[in-house]
């Protein structure tokens, strides 16, 4: 596996501001990716970090709102912009492709927007 | 629309017998299916992995795989409190992405 280090763990916002979230791997890693977890609910994919590209989204999520960032194969950012309280939630950056198929997951970081 | 299909529970399971989760997916062509389990209010972490039909095991976790029937499940034998969490299934897609279920809940009851 990997030593994924997310941060911040936990951040309280106002409404109208912008955080960015930072993922960083022990390890070069293929594929990076940024998950959303609402409370009692599953994963949703936000986007996939290309490594010098621009990332690719899912449906619903754009890059005005959602800018990221790879600049290596070891880090990435997610920002959140403008933020409401719709975007209270747990973020979650995830990694693929070290041994197998399978994902790891940085800590997470849980975003309350008042 | 590939989807991973799981009862949201909860599953409630006296300590000591055997839970029991279930989880279908709708990609006949998946190759790879992996559980995680998620304790409340941290991140998901990988328990079991499994690739070929027929069953894994791993100390009291053990994986079923059955590609015809595109069915996976996981007991969990000699259940503790401990293992009360939610339990993802999640299949590969491609290019390192995974499909997600909603998760089940499971409840372990002294």
């Known amino acids: 596996s990997a030593v994924i280090s997310q941060k911040p763990s936990r951040d309280i916002c106002q409404r109208g501001t912008s955080l960015t979230i930072q993922c960083q791997v022990d390890s070069q890693v293929t594929m990076m990716f940024w998950y959303r977890q609402q409370p009692g609910q599953s994963l949703t994919l936000i986007a996939t970090a290309n490594q010098g590209s621009e990332a690719t989204y899912e449906s619903g999520f754009v890059i005005d709102k959602f800018p990221i960032s790879r600049p290596n194969l070891t880090f990435s950012t997610l920002t959140v912009s403008n933020m409401s309280p719709e975007d209270s939630s747990i973020y979650l950056c995830s990694v693929g492709g070290i041994t197998d198929t399978e994902a790891f997951f940085g800590q997470g970081t849980r975003l309350t927007v008042v | ?110």
């Open chain 2, 1 to 110: 629309q590939k989807e991973v299909e799981q009862n949201s529970g909860p599953l409630s399971v006296p300590e000591g017998a055997i839970a029991s989760l279930n989880c279908t997916y709708s990609d006949r062509g998946s190759q790879s299916f992996f559980w995680y389990r998620q304790y409340s209010g941290k991140s998901p972490e990988l328990i079991m992995s499994i690739y070929s039909n027929g069953d894994k095991e791993d100390g009291r976790f053990t994986a079923q795989l059955n590609k015809a029937s595109q069915y996976v499940s996981l007991l969990i034998r000699d259940s503790q409190p401990s293992d009360s969490a939610t339990y993802l299934c999640a299949v590969n897609e491609d290019n390192y992405q995974l499909i997600w279920g909603a998760g089940t809940k499971l409840i372990i009851k002294p």
